[in-house]
Each structure stands twice: as C-alpha cells, then as structure tokens.
C-alpha cells in the first residue's frame, strides 16, 4: 500500500534491467556498477549464510561480481539475469564448500543442566522452549549443532538445502542455478533431509 | 499411495512444491497412515530447528567494504581497448553456433591486430619519449614512466632468486587525440564512451553536455545511441551535475518516448537533488496529463521532501484537469 514504492515498482517494471545489462556489456562501468548495487545484498546474504564467515563472503563477492563483469558479454538474455548471477555465486560458494577441510567429527551430545541427554527433536514440538531466556546458550548450542549437521552434508546437498530452505527459491530455479534438472534438485533435497533428520535425532 | 512416495511428497508439500491434487492425495493417506503422519511431524520439526541457524542480514559496513574492494579491483583492471570491445560486440551480435567459428576466426584476427598494434603502440611511446632508451626498454633499463597517469596496469613482478633485483612489467596508456565535427560518427563514439567513464566526473560532464546538446539541437539523437547514454547517465551518473545536463538532452524526447519518459518521473521520485527533481517537473509539462505522470506527481506532492517541489507538484496537478 505504500504510495512511493508501488510507483516506483510499476516504473523499475517497465524500466529495463535489459537496458543496463546491454549498456554494462559495451562497457559501461556505470550501468556495471548499477547492476552490482541491485544484487549486492542477496549475493552477500547468500554467501554469509552458507560460509558463516563475513571474511569469506567478502571473498566470494568479489569473485563473483568480478567473474560476471569479466563475462557478462557472455550472457545471452536465456534465462534472467538473476539466475546467472546466481549460477555464479553458487558455483563459488560450491568450490568453497569443497576446499574447506572436514572437521572433525562433533560427536558430542547435548545435554541439559542436569546432565540428561536432550533429544533435540522431541523437544522442539514445544517451540516455546526456544524463546525462554535460561536456555539461550542452548539455542546458541543448538545453532551450532545444527551448522554441524549441515556440514556433513555433500557441497551439493548443503547447496540444495540452503537455497530450498533458507532462501526459499523453487526447486526448478534451483535446478537451474546448478544446471541440472529439477528432478535431481527434488531428489537431492530428499537426501538432504534425511541426512538432517538423523543427524539431528539426538544420540541416544 | 506407498509409503515411500508419501515420505517424498510430505518433503515436497513441506516446502510448497506439491502440486495441488497431490496434496489432496496426500492428505487422505495421512489420515490413515501412522508411520507416515509421524514422519511429518519429524520433518516440520526439522524444519523448526533448522529455522534456529537463521540467515542474517549482511549489516551496512560489510555491505561497504565489499563494495569497496570490489570497485578498487575493476579500476586496476586495464581499460578494454577498441579492439577488444569490437571482438566483443562480433561475439555477442551474432548468432550462437554457426556463427562460432566465424567468431572464432574474427577474434583470432582481432587478437593477432591486437598484438601487433599493442606492439606498435608501445614503440611509438618509446620512440615519443624523450629518453635515449631503446624499444625494450620497459624490461631492461631503469627509466621508469614520469607519471603515475602514465602506466595503465602492472602486469608482473619478479624477484631475480639471490639477488636484490626485481623485474616489473607495466602496460602503457598511449595519449591520443583526434579532431573532429559533433556529427562525426567516430567523435561521437568517443564521446558516448566519456559518459560512461567512472573515473572523471570532469570527462562524464563534458561528453554529457556535448551529446545533451546534440540531442537539444534535433541531431540523430537515436535511441540506440545517444538517447541510451543519456539516461543511462540521468539514472545512475553519480555527479549531479552530469545528471542534470542528461536531462536536459532528454526534453525533446519526453513526448514521444516512454522511455525516456519513464527515465524522467524516475528521476523525479528518486533523484537526491531537488535542482534535477524540479527540472524533472519542468520538463514533463507536455505530457502533464499521463495518467502515469500524474500519479508520480500526486506521490511527490505529499511526499517529497522539499516543501517547494512539493507545492509545484500540486499547481500543476490543478493546472490539468483530470480525465475520468
């Protein structure tokens, strides 16, 4: 309902992203530079999310917009232009999951005050439990437990998950962000989530 | 349905990817399925618990930094030279696959032309200055370029192993000039290029006013040309005053180009410099009875920031009546 910004919506609508795409390929460093200020927060969303390190998601930044001024002439208006953006953020999130080292194992239970196992997914029914002050550091615990689990999941499968998940785009985009099929984007995400549930059933 | 495919659709509903007849479907096995409603309990409780390592806004200072570091790398990177833009536009104007190898052979033309005017550039900048060195100087002697403006990149740096000496090699930005008319194909190229120059806002202002004035006069401001580099530069030119000559070059236009109208009632919602949004006003007078015209100018007569546009705004909404 905002006055400003739907107006301005109709005309960003109308006003080309085409136009800047096309002036950015014969070299206007301006209309680059537009580009960049357009998906600069998502890529850096994106990024930090997956990496957890500002530091490498300031590196995959600079990768990324660097590779698409180097090779936005490439692009061909086949898909848009948020997808090839994309596409490249991804495969060097992608390299960058690869090359980290394999932690070690964090076999570790969880356990409460008094020292009892916590089944952490017997305890999440009651959502309640998550806002209760006396068990922020288990939330913060938790966090990481969860960032754990994520991180024995194969560089694709965390890929999938997090584009699904945490950045609720369609399993067809994502298939095209990782050109591949939607099909295997769909399967990928069931492994996924298998992974996850067991990792996370607790150890009993 | 069997319980497997109802594990799968439960992920797929779970993330508003089921199909709607399929949830349907699913819905009714689950009334009747213990083991596959428990399954489902088990995965939006994943759900919930994944939600804990939630995705953080990148805050304003990283955002910064990146931007920043991003910039600096594109201005070290040595500017595209006119036959490397040309191997570019062959590459994109044509087609895709049977045109490949055509591209292909152009580009090796364009390469080896590259190599050798590179070569010859060189030489004639050595040959220009008045240093008694010879045409490989840049390698061997000590005289390095007088000024910073001079060298265009570092291409490498090498230590000699065991030794105090270092190897540096440069590339060389060769001044040039040429002469010419205002309708002079290759001084306008030139010129479209100057608009699109980050680094001098002197250089953007120059070449702006010169084609905003080309464009005044009725000159071929064709749309893909001039008319293009003009709003591009109204729209994102960072130097106001490049922006407002921009403008001005699109006046003409404003009647008979949506774009360029469109260009324009951006500029007024969005331009930091009430001098560019009054302008803007100004300049919108022929079509003051668009519908889209006046909308923008209902939101900026209540919400500009500046009492005067905002009154302006409002004398010429009555000025017009409105069409039902």
Redesign the interface.
Known sequence: MN??DR??E???A???EM??IR?A??????????L??QY??QV??LA??LTGS?HD??DI??EA??KA?RYI??F?FECSFYTWIYRIVTNLCLDQLRRRKTRKEDQAVLVDHSGDEID??AS??D?RS?SNPERELD?KV??ER??AA?GKLTPRERMVFEL????GL??RTIGEMLNTTEETA?NT??RA?KK??SQ?AGLR | MNCEVAHERIVLAAYGELADDQIHELDRHLTTCNECRDEREQLLALKTLAGVHSVVEPNANLVARSRMRLEEALDALPPKRWYERWGDAVINNFGRLQAAPVAAALLLVAGIGAGSIGGYEVAQARSAHAAASTARAAVRTTVVPTAPADVASISSIVQQPNSEIVQVRYNEVVPRQVEGTLDDPAIRQLLMMASEDANSAGIRDDSVGLLAAECRAGHSCNPAGIRDALMVALRYDRNEGVREKALKGLESYVSEDMRVRDAVLEALLNDSDPRIRTEAINILEPVEADMTVRQVLSTVATSDQSPQIRNVSRQVLRRVPEFQ
Do not use: C, M, W
Not at chain 1, 25 to 34: C, E, M, N, P, T
Not at chain 1, 164 to 167: P, S, V
């Open positions: 006055g400003p107006t301005q109709r005309l960003q109308r006003a080309p136009e800047l002036e390929q014969k070299g206007s460093r301006v209309a680059f530079d537009a960049v200020r600069e927060s850096l969303r930090l999310h500002e998601a300031e930044y600079q917009f660097l001024f002439g490439n061909r952490l997914l999440v029914s959502v998550f939330r938790l966090g969860i960032q994520l699904k998940h945490y950045q369609r399993l769909k995400l069931f989530t996850l549930r996370l």
